[in-house]
């Protein structure tokens, strides 16, 4: 059952360089800014009709968690404003890899911490390893 766990995050990976190429290329059009604005508009009606008929959960509670928890929303929007920004510039694979580099090193900080209510999961050579061979293909790729 994990397989199809994985296998989402590596669409989910292949949408980001697809939504990457399409904000760079767009943003050349609009502007940077306003396309961030556009597609978080229409991924924001997006989930809001999946919400609608999917939806099981309980929005009222977004008013009962701590305030710092709700700044994923912004998050999302700063990095998709940087693609939109670096996509054109460097392009698609070196914005992708840089963006896969400070995923990873700020995940493993988190996990190795137990950091923003994350289950705690120790560093080991392994995922050094993993980072540095990603740091290597940022500096072949580029």
Do not use: C
Not at 56 to 65: H, N, P, R
Not at 72 to 80: A, D, I, M, R, W
Not at 109 to 125: A, P, T, V
């Amino acid at each position: 059952m994990k397989i199809l766990f994985y296998l989402l995050a590596l669409v989910a990976g292949a949408s980001l360089s697809i939504e990457g190429a399409i904000g760079g290329t767009l943003g050349r059009n609009i502007g940077a800014i306003e396309t961030t604005l556009f597609m978080f508009a229409i991924g924001f009606m997006t989930i809001l009709l999946i919400t609608l008929f999917f939806g099981k959960g309980d929005l009222s509670q977004t008013f009962k968690v701590p305030k710092w928890k709700l700044l994923g929303g912004s998050l999302g929007s700063f990095y998709n404003l940087m693609l939109v920004i670096s996509v054109p510039i460097v392009g698609v694979g070196i914005s992708v890899i840089a963006a896969l580099v400070g995923q990873i090193v700020m995940s493993t900080m988190i996990e190795h911490r137990g950091w923003l209510g994350s289950s705690q999961i120790k560093f080991n050579k392994n995922k050094g390893i993993a980072i540095i061979l990603l740091a290597v293909s940022l500096y072949l790729v580029y």
